[in-house]
């Protein structure tokens, strides 16, 4: 198809604001998928997504549009995660990409991640087309949330489309306003190929898949490739289209989207952001590549069981592949065996990553407290990076200790102000500034140290405004704080999988917190088991978890009570040598337990 005709573009909105729906919508009115084929959210391809109603992993599907100029259109359409957690996904999304669709729930109005995505959006020169959705429902007010669109684009209000991705409500102005804003990819196909890897996917009969969009030149089957970063070189055995499915062509021109396959085998061979060019006629500088995303928090994964280590390798290697967001690095622990310490974007990132893997893989996997990654400064100068807790230091050793913090917007109904606020407070939040947008909407802007809202400051901000609060962060710089490590002791060993950095004035209420908590979960022994939290040599908290007792004088009745006492001293001894060996059983909920506390 001519270049001019070809249109790339993204749906990108806070969550839940319908952008799954509308790109549902789109497909229908297209006529890309027939009405047997149909089902709710069919971009989003996991069980995981579906169950959760949320996008995960962005999605590219191909459209082809008869507009009313009578002229067909080829459309690419992305659909992308609305979570702070995805805004890796998001970026990546953008870069393919040459306007975005900026949804807007017309209850809710502006949030948090909708001006995050937009800066990103607008940062990449895409052609932004507002768009407010959910007008079909009673407590819609499409008429506030144009005036809020207005502030931030400063758009006139007719050029704001109305829509209900749910009744299919103005879905073909939205594909007329693409055809007509959006510019056509530039490029030129007669020069040297330079493609974009904007993402990939690994496939057990056609080893891993680069999905690309060509920005000049053009890739046939047969073609010698290669990539700019890591100067492989590999054979296109196959190159295709999603119409949602893959669909083979016979070549991908410049301006499109689809994927490769070549027979390449490792996943770590493929870089997100590099350049394929052509082996025989390369390009001569790559494309510009992706900002290399920081994990913001960390974790240890242990398989229950230890023979399971390999095949949790391999999954980890597999699910690296289609989240470059996702790191890992083998480490052992103690008490859990071999096993990743894996770095994540969010909490959220997090718990997604855990189900993948024990869905799609099949294991019993173990997670400990996680915690962010610390700069110590230790006292012959030199300083480390310590993500986790069982790497810090001797007390003795430490000069200072620094914390990452994040500048975070919080955009809340009026009304939740003050909640809000004592909450921020809590969390060791300072202040920066309040902005009031509307008569009844204001964003906050505060500092926060990133450990103190990775757990659930979230979920605590959608219960105090009722579910009308929204909050984004981005990373600001590391900061010293007055901090300790916490560890928790059973009968006087360290259980390293619970140790923790944490804030040295809750210490000690965080400490019995979770021996208060442990006492309940960790299941009666043959012998009594002492929970103790410390920090350094010093005991803040303990808790005992009584043994199972067998009535061993049960048996006597009346007589002398020397023997009774003989029963009982010798089941004492017994119990002691018990302790002695015997190992402490951890129940798995318990360590998801304590990382909520």
Known sequence: MDLKRVRNFCIIAHIDHGKSTLAD???????????????????DSMDLERERGITIKASAVRIKYKARDGKEYLLNLIDTPGHVDFTYEVSKSVRACEGALLLVDATQGVQAQTVANLYMAIENNLTIIPVINKIDLSSADPENVKSQIRDILHVEDDNVLLVSA???????????????????????????????????????????????KVVNGRIKPRMKIKLMQTSKKYDV????????????????????????AANIKKASDIINGDTVTDAENPAEKPLPGYKKMRPMVFSGIYPVNTKDFPTLRDAIDKLRLSDASFVAETESSASMGFGFRCG?????????VQERLEREYDLDLVMTTPSVVYRVKKTNGQTLEVEN?????????????????????????VDSLGNIMELAQQRRGVYISTEYLTPDRAKLVYEFPLSEIIVDFYDKIKSLTRGYGSLDYEFKAYQPSSLVKL??????????ALSAIIYKDRA??????????????????????AIQAAVGNQIIARETVGALKKNVTGKCYGGDIT????????????????????KVQVPQEAFFAVFKI
């Open 487 to 496: 560890d928790i002791l059973l009968n006087g060993e360290p259980c390293d």
């Open 25 to 43: 919508r789109i497909l229908q009115f297209t006529g890309a998928i027939t009405v047997r084929q149909f089902k709710n959210q069919l971009l």
């Open 166 to 212: 749910k009744e299919g409500i103005g879905t073909e102005e939205v594909l007329e306003r693409v055809v007509s804003k959006v510019p056509a990819p530039s490029g030129s196909p007669d020069e040297p190929l330079q493609a974009l890897v904007f993402d990939s996917q690994y496939d057990t009969h056609k080893g891993v898949l680069i999905y690309i």
């Open 563 to 582: 023997r009774k006492r003989k029963l009982w001293a010798k089941q004492k001894e017994g119990k002691k040598r018990l302790k002695q060996l015997g």
């Open 344 to 352: 994540f974007l969010g909490l959220l990132h997090m718990e997604i």
């Open 508 to 529: 000690q209420l965080k400490g019995r917190a979770i021996a208060e908590r442990l006492k309940e979960l960790i299941p009666k022994q043959m012998f009594e088991v």
């Open 237 to 260: 055995l196959e190159l295709g289209v999603f119409k949602p499915g893959m669909h083979k062509v016979s070549s991908l021109e410049c301006g499109e989207v689809g994927y490769i």
């Open 389 to 413: 807790p069982m790497k810090l230091p001797p007390q003795t050793e430490i000069e200072e200790i620094a914390e990452p913090f994040v500048t975070a917007t919080l955009m809340v109904p």
